[in-house]
């Protein structure tokens, strides 16, 4: 069965700090997604970055970077420089054998 | 930019009653799904459609229906809505093929209370 474990479920950053958000899977499919999804208290689901299982580098977009080690089975979510629009509800979700599967989600809140 | 529409954003309404939450997407997109969220929990999926006349029931029981008589619209249904079914509801899409396989686009989601 596939499964995404986020253990983080509130985490504090200081603005223009780097955070790290953490996500773990596991599934038998060699051929799988993981992404990462942005909530804001308004609601909806902001796409923010996607790692393919044969992608060698790690995704980057902007100052999103996705910290994706394989043989550990894990896709931190890395935000560097955080602003406070970053605060937020983060999920970490993955597609494998045709199925979406969500983390719990972690809530980020950055200190001015 | 993804066009997947949900209506309404916000609806109170009395136990009893019946409601449809409605859900369209003009991407063309075979795949869509409804998700049920409570504020600050993770999302469950309740029913799915990967394409018009198909549907299936996700992994959290729900009460609600689905319909997929067109491709671009995948209304919700409750039939007798209760306080147990406030919650966010999420509408999100995805095409068969990709640029990124399997990403789904979201809708703003339907916040219902039942009172």
């Known amino acids: 069965a596939q499964k995404i474990t986020q253990t983080q479920p509130g985490m504090f950053v200081q603005e223009k700090e780097a955070v790290t958000l953490d996500c773990t899977y596991d599934?038998?499919?060699?051929?799988?997604?993981l992404f990462w999804y942005k909530q804001p208290s308004s609601g909806e689901m902001i796409f923010l970055i996607y790692q393919g299982s044969y992608d060698q580098q790690n995704a980057t977009e902007g100052r999103y970077s996705l910290n994706f080690q394989k043989a550990r089975k894990s896709a931190n979510l890395v935000i560097s420089a955080s602003q406070l629009g970053d605060s937020a509800m983060y999920f970490c979700a993955m597609t494998s054998y045709q199925k979406v599967t969500f983390g719990t989600g972690t809530k980020l809140q950055v200190i001015p | 930019e993804a066009d997947i529409y949900q209506t309404p954003r916000y609806l109170v309404i009395g136990t009893g009653k019946k409601i449809t939450l409605e859900c369209s997407q003009t991407?063309?997109?075979?795949?869509m799904y409804w998700y049920q969220q409570d504020p600050g929990m993770e999302l469950h999926l309740i029913h799915y459609?990967?394409?018009?006349?198909?549907?299936e029931k996700g992994d959290l029981s729900s009460e609600s229906t689905v319909s997929r008589i067109r491709t671009e619209h995948f209304p919700l249904t409750l039939e007798s809505a209760r306080p147990s079914h406030t919650s966010q509801y999420l509408c999100a899409s995805s095409p068969r093929t990709g640029v990124i396989p399997g990403e789904l686009f979201f809708g703003e989601g339907s916040r219902l209370t039942v009172l």
């Open positions: 599934t038998s499919d060699p051929s799988y997604g």
């Open positions: 459609s990967y394409g018009v006349n198909s549907t």
């Open positions: 991407m063309g997109h075979d795949k």
